[in-house]
């Protein structure tokens, strides 16, 4: 599954409103706790779910289960149309690639929530990730150039 850098953030984002807490974050709390003088000049872990880690079986299972919670909460029908002042469509190898036809721009200081974002036809991909994170293990890359077209 194909996810954009957007989209990615905004799973993460509305994980976090509804519970979710970013084991990352957390493993680096639980070092500051134990040994604040050590976590200060320890190495920095790279953010939840940056390209190239992986996510764990345990982690995805719990991303997963915070986010099949949050879908009653989605509108199925486009909650931000009215913050949309253009679109681009895409050409058609990006379109396959992106799952979508066309990307559309936001209103110049628009700001969108994750349950805006999601809603519409986002709220399919959205359920679609959560069979992928069910899954198990799941690996986080770029996308390569060489499969776009």
Not at 30 to 44: D, K, L, V
Not at 122 to 127: A, E, I, Y
């Amino acid at each position: 599954m194909v996810l954009l850098y957007t989209s990615w953030k905004m799973v993460l984002r509305l994980a976090l409103m509804h519970g979710w807490r970013d084991p990352v974050a957390a493993a680096a709390e639980r070092a500051r706790a134990q040994s604040p003088f050590a976590a200060e000049f320890a190495e920095p872990l790279p953010p939840f779910g940056a390209p190239g880690t992986t996510i764990s079986g345990h982690d995805a299972a719990a991303l997963s289960d915070v986010i099949e919670q949050s879908l009653p909460d989605i509108p199925g029908e486009d909650a931000m149309g009215f913050k949309i002042c253009s679109s681009i469509d895409l050409p058609a190898w990006a379109a396959r690639h992106v799952g979508r036809r066309a990307l559309r721009m936001v209103r110049p200081g628009a700001s969108v929530s994750p349950i805006e974002y999601f809603s519409g036809d986002n709220k399919r991909r959205l359920s679609r990730l959560v069979r992928v994170l069910r899954g198990g293990e799941v690996t986080v890359r770029p996308a390569d150039p060489e499969t776009r077209h």
